[in-house]
């Protein structure tokens, strides 16, 4: 299974509440990441949707990224080709 293959059909065909949306995603590092486990939440708030991610920067990073290239190809689609 592809993992970035997975986050970019979540963010291409998500429920029509994610699509009408904007989606933001933020990172916490906390101090002590033995006390305070990795975790993600996900809050969706009236116009936007906001994915959480604590003491994993890798996640985030993989989230970003996937999001970034999600938004290349939706500007690629709607820019007219001569």
């Known amino acids: 299974m592809n993992i970035f293959k ?3 059909t979540f963010l291409t ?3 029509s509440v994610l699509k009408s949306g ?3 995603i933020v ?3 906390t101090g ?3 006390a305070n486990k990795p975790s993600v939440d996900v809050t969706m708030f009236k116009d936007k949707t906001q994915i959480t991610v604590v003491n ?3 996640l985030y990073n993989l989230l970003s990224l ?3 290239r999600q938004e290349q190809k939706e500007t690629e689609n709607e820019t007219p080709k001569c």
Do not use: G
Request: hydrophobic share 40%; charged share 25%; net charge negative.
């Open 56 to 58: 994993n920067e890798k």
């Open 27 to 29: 990172s916490i590092q």
């Open 32 to 34: 002590n990441i033995f």
């Open 13 to 15: 065909e998500p429920l």
């Open 6 to 8: 997975t986050f970019e």
């Open 66 to 68: 996937v999001k970034h």
């Open 22 to 24: 904007i989606i933001q």
